[in-house]
């Protein structure tokens, strides 16, 4: 299994990336898919996360309204659409799966199996 995340870059703020995670040796379709964020000096958190069957989502407090997470099934890749980004949406994103819940109540369930090798986003002006 592999998850290639790629999508990260220098922007200003305001700007927008798109973040995608592209999954070989697993079908994403049968899997919750998430998000998490590493910031310099700080904990890991989830960011946001999308349900097996892609009807249910969550977004940390920070991010909503400006982060949007999709899935297409026919690329097997799913997607964070990130915008009006801050100086503190600064950090390497890395996507997950793998015997995880979505809830959209609560994010991330379960410690996930499969990570990606994280992308760096920095947001500066």
């Known amino acids: 299994v592999q998850l290639q995340a790629s999508g990260g870059g220098l922007v200003r703020p305001g700007g927008s990336l798109r973040l995608s995670c592209a999954a070989s040796g697993i079908t994403l379709d049968y899997h919750a898919i998430a998000w998490f964020r590493q910031a310099p000096g700080k904990e890991r958190e989830g960011v946001s996360c999308?349900?097996?069957?892609?009807?249910?989502?969550y977004y940390t407090d920070s991010v909503k309204g400006r982060f949007t997470i999709s899935r297409d099934s026919a690329k097997n890749t799913v997607y964070l659409q990130m915008d009006s980004l801050k100086d503190e949406d600064t950090a390497v994103y890395y996507c997950?799966?793998?015997?995880?819940?979505?809830?959209?109540?609560?994010?991330?369930?379960?410690?996930?199996?499969?990570w990606g090798q994280g992308t760096l986003v920095t947001v500066s002006s």
């Open positions: 999308i349900n097996a069957r892609g009807d249910n989502t």
């Open positions: 997950a799966t793998h015997r995880i819940l979505c809830i959209p109540a609560a994010g991330v369930l379960g410690t996930p199996n499969y």
